[in-house]
């Protein structure tokens, strides 16, 4: 076995322990690019992976700088999991098949400067508190009735559309500096707490039927089509 350590790091910055690829500076998970066999030792060794952190320590899952270049379907309900500065080069769906609804994120769930380089699909989840800060979405996502309780979307970018459709952010959510390049939809979203969109930007904007407690597009800017029909939003200047 391999003494180089794999140059990744773990949730709390030190350094991944695992051995290297042969040839390479990162274990199996983080490193980037991984090819043909590679990919399909990845798809056994995540399972395992999976498996093994659910059995040591279930209440918090570290996949921080994971590079996923598989789909992912996560149908558990989950405590608090890492996936900070994670690359998904597939799609990533969390849906209780089974059950047939989201699925329940109990802790806090991190994916601080993560890319989503496919679809990643969160609809009917539900957060107690998600950081999605900095992380970049290339294609469509989905947070379709999803629950937050609190979540940082500060410094994200929505490459193409963006689902928040009927979305309940219930106390706390930050769309800072978010930049929405193609639709952004919140058609009936509704927040009993506070929503910040302070110095974010949209190509489109829709906002029917949305009903937010309290709102702040303060310096948001707006480039194409806006739609606040019957929603309670009065306070944005174009
Ligand atoms: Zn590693």
Known sequence: MSKIKCRGRNSEG???SRPVVEGHDFCLFHLPDKQEALVDKFRLAFDDEKASQLKNHPDI????????????LFMEDLDS????????YESVTFWNMN??????????????????????????ARFQEAIFSGAAFREFV???????????FDYAI??????????NFIEYADFCEAKFLADGDFCEASSEGKVFFNHSRFQNAWFTRSKFKQVDFSDA????????YESNINNIKL
């Open 99 to 124: 059950e047939q609804r989201g699925v329940f994120f109990k802790g806090t769930i991190n994916f601080k400067d993560a890319i989503f380089m496919d679809m990643a699909d969160f609809g009917c």
């Open 142 to 152: 989905d947070f379709s009735e999803t629950i937050f309780r609190k979540v940082y």
């Open 14 to 16: 030190t350094r991944c």
């Open 158 to 167: 929505f490459e193409s559309n963006a689902r928040f459709v009927k979305t």
């Open 61 to 72: 899952l570290d996949f921080t700088g994971f590079h996923f270049p598989i789909p992912l």
């Open 81 to 88: 999991i890492y996936f900070k500065d994670a690359v998904f």
């Open 221 to 228: 800017v707006f480039l194409g089509d806006l739609d606040v």
